[in-house]
């Protein structure tokens, strides 16, 4: 299982990279948004990748970051979703945007992305709601709250693995953070169960 690549740069396409790692050309398929993010052909690159196996292919996707292809990962865990389309809604809508569509319940919003259609949006809700992290406050939250460190997005991550309900695991580990936690995932992670309600 490939899982990450870093070589150069041979070409970039909006929807393809290819990636030269140790003498092999690797093809990948990526979003708009890490072609946008790419550097100049020839430079050093490093993406994250998912391998996607069939009986007949063998399909690399490319992502300049690990949210982004988590992002990835949930949509093709969405019935009627495969990892093309996957590919063309990530290109449709920048994360924060298509998390906070998925979170609001915007299905005027997904539906305009090409190949999403009313059932494949109303699926991507009720499947991903309550799994996505929110990009910034949901429609109607009141004000904002501060942005999750990666430290905290791991063990709000760790508490939602467990089955807590995620405003209870956002709102314990907001109050953990709050009591003067410290920064370490351990000590935050155990402050936070303290919190669960």
Same mark, same amino acid.
């Given at each position: 299982?490939?899982? *990450?690549?870093?070589?150069? *740069?041979?070409?970039?396409?909006?929807?393809?990279?290819?990636?030269?790692?140790?003498?092999?050309?690797?093809?990948?398929?990526?979003?708009?948004?890490?072609?946008?993010?790419?550097?100049?052909?020839?430079?050093?690159?490093?993406?994250?990748?998912?391998?996607?196996?069939?009986?007949?292919? *063998?399909?690399?996707?490319?992502?300049?970051?690990?949210?982004?292809?988590?992002?990835?990962?949930?949509?093709?865990?969405?019935?009627?979703?495969?990892?093309?389309?996957?590919?063309?809604?990530?290109?449709?809508?920048?994360?924060?945007?298509?998390?906070?569509?998925?979170?609001?319940?915007?299905?005027?919003?997904?539906?305009?992305?090409?190949?999403?259609?009313?059932?494949?949006?109303?699926?991507?809700? *009720?499947?991903?709601?309550?799994?996505?992290?929110?990009?910034?406050?949901?429609?109607?939250?009141?004000?904002?709250?501060?942005?999750?460190?990666?430290?905290?997005?791991?063990?709000?991550?760790?508490?939602?693995?467990?089955?807590?309900?995620?405003?209870?695991?956002?709102?314990?580990?907001?109050?953990?953070?709050?009591?003067?936690?410290?920064?370490?995932?351990?000590?935050?992670?155990?402050?936070?169960?303290?919190?669960?309600?």
């Amino acid at each position: 299982m490939i899982a *990450l690549l870093r070589g150069t *740069l041979l070409e970039k396409h909006p929807n393809q990279a290819i990636v030269d790692a140790g003498g092999v050309g690797y093809d990948l398929t990526i979003p708009v948004s890490t072609f946008t993010g790419l550097p100049e052909t020839g430079s050093e690159v490093r993406l994250r990748v998912h391998t996607h196996v069939r009986e007949d292919a *063998l399909a690399l996707f490319g992502f300049l970051s690990q949210d982004e292809k988590i992002l990835f990962e949930k949509l093709i865990g969405v019935g009627g979703i495969g990892p093309k389309l996957a590919i063309t809604i990530l290109s449709g809508l920048a994360a924060a945007d298509l998390i906070a569509a998925i979170r609001n319940g915007a299905l005027e919003q997904l539906v305009r992305i090409p190949g999403v259609g009313k059932k494949t949006a109303e699926r991507m809700v *009720l499947e991903l709601r309550d799994k996505l992290v929110a990009a910034g406050p949901a429609a109607g939250t009141g004000p904002a709250q501060p942005a999750l460190s990666s430290i905290e997005s791991d063990v709000l991550s760790a508490l939602l693995n467990l089955g807590c309900a995620r405003p209870a695991a956002e709102a314990a580990v907001r109050k953990a953070k709050a009591a003067g936690a410290p920064v370490q995932f351990e000590a935050l992670f155990r402050r936070s169960l303290e919190h669960i309600r």
